[in-house]
């Protein structure tokens, strides 16, 4: 290995000796700079960048020992070899410790101590190739790791789209029900984003099939629940999560979601159900699944059916939650949902109601197009072509849009 033009650092308070070992390196065709005390060395250390440093032990002001640690600390890189009078085991040791290379003794054998700088400066080589290569390969695995987590994401979104389209069949049905999962579920993931969970779908699927338990009740209990029920059905509808849990465990697609589902009617105080869980028991999903549920609920009490329109009109829905924040719901999941409410991005300013007449293509509509047959023509974020807007016309003939046609302005 050629060592020529590898940069040396003598530190010693002997000028004379610093002198010396300059010429003897400079002859050996190595840059070398010195230094007379401790503190001019650390100096040295960050203008000169030496590859090599010869620490002398005793020196005014900053001793060789200090020097070490503190040439370590800005340079962990540099090689150091102690050269020193002081012949003690337990001071070359404590050297050693503080990472120094080697400790040569004074008087100084040129030769060896030549031989030990080639040494000192191989063992840097060795150590930076090393390094590069470490390097070379997190980088490597963080670029691989970067591509998983895209094509994870891809999959996942895939996935949840495609775990999604059961639902979208069914609100032509059953808009109301499909507008129920649709808001929560699109509530808990701007929940889950902001409070940075780590699965984000997970608690937007768990969402959408949280009420699912309720395809298999009596169409008079899809209403809500009732005080005139009988006993029976009261102890049917607490079991909606449970129902729900066990169709979406049936999928082995769906299993994880489980869990979530099962405990979103857990308070917060542990008279829920069913289970009684108590504060962080509850799974956080579910905490978020909850609050976003009767969210929804109440605003759609007020006749409003697209939350993402109506969001600034959630103020006073917000209120309602707080009364019962640590005892029903997780204060810092409702936290969370008051700076949604805040967020400028839901302006319900963004739309304008339109007639009939006056629909074209381009336009996007930003509520679902209800009938008065209760079934949905076309959902919000449909973008208008053409083609559905004669759809439309027609179907209006035979069963009437109540709902009303708004779009994005």
């Known amino acids: 290995m050629s060592f020529l033009y590898s940069k040396i650092l003598i530190v010693d308070d002997e000028v004379e000796v610093c002198e010396a070992l300059k010429e003897f390196f400079l002859d050996n065709e190595f840059i070398v700079e010195t230094a007379n005390d401790g503190e001019n060395a650390l100096q040295k250390v960050d203008k000169f960048e030496p590859h090599c440093i010869l620490l002398d032990i005793k020196m005014p002001y900053l001793n060789g020992i200090d020097a070490l640690g503190m040439i370590k600390l ?8 102690m050269v020193t009078a002081v012949a003690d085991i337990k001071i070359a040791e404590n050297c050693m410790r503080k990472g120094a290379f080697g400790f040569v003794p004074k008087p100084v054998d040129l030769d060896y101590l030549l031989k030990e700088v080639k040494s000192a400066l191989e063992h840097r080589k060795n150590v930076l190739e090393e390094q590069k290569k470490e390097k070379k390969v997190l980088d490597h695995l963080k670029d691989e790791s970067t591509r998983f987590q895209k094509q994870n994401k891809a999959l ?4 949840y789209l495609a775990l ?6 069914l609100a032509y049905n059953n808009p109301d029900f499909y507008c129920h999962c649709d808001n929560v579920a699109w509530l808990a993931k701007e929940i889950a984003e902001r409070m940075q969970l780590q699965y984000v779908w997970k608690t937007a699927l768990s969402a959408y099939y949280h009420d699912v338990g309720k395809l298999s009740l009596p169409n008079d209990m899809w209403e809500g629940y009732s005080d005139k029920w009988s006993a029976d059905k009261k102890k049917l509808f607490r079991y909606i999560p449970i129902l729900s849990q066990d169709i979406v465990q049936s999928q082995a697609e769906l299993g994880s979601l489980g869990t979530i589902i099962r405990h979103q009617c857990e308070n917060m105080d542990g ?12 799974p956080m999903e579910s905490r ?11 605003m759609a009490m007020g006749g409003r059916r697209n939350i993402q ?14 009364k019962d924040v640590g005892k029903k719901y997780d204060a810092s999941v409702v ?13 319900s300013s963004r739309e304008v109601e339109v007639a ?13 197009v209800i009938t008065q047959g209760g079934k949905l023509i076309l959902p919000h974020n449909t973008v208008l072509s053409t083609t559905t807007i004669n759809k439309i016309i027609l179907l209006n003939k035979i069963d009437p849009v109540v709902s009303g046609f708004y779009v994005f302005s």
């Open 271 to 282: 008279s829920g159900y069913p289970d009684r869980l108590v504060g962080d028991k509850i």
């Open 309 to 322: 329109q109506d969001m600034l009109e959630g103020g006073k829905v917000l209120d309602v939650i707080n």
């Open 356 to 368: 009939l007449k006056d629909i074209i293509p381009e336009m996007v509509l930003s509520r679902d």
């Open 74 to 81: 800005r340079n962990k890189d540099v090689e150091v070899i």
């Open 156 to 159: 996942n979104r895939d996935l």
């Open 335 to 347: 936290e969370v949902l008051a700076s949604i409410i805040k967020s400028s991005r839901y302006q």
């Open 164 to 169: 999604k389209f059961p639902f979208k069949l």
């Open 288 to 298: 978020i699944i909850a609050v976003a549920n009767i969210f929804d609920e109440i």
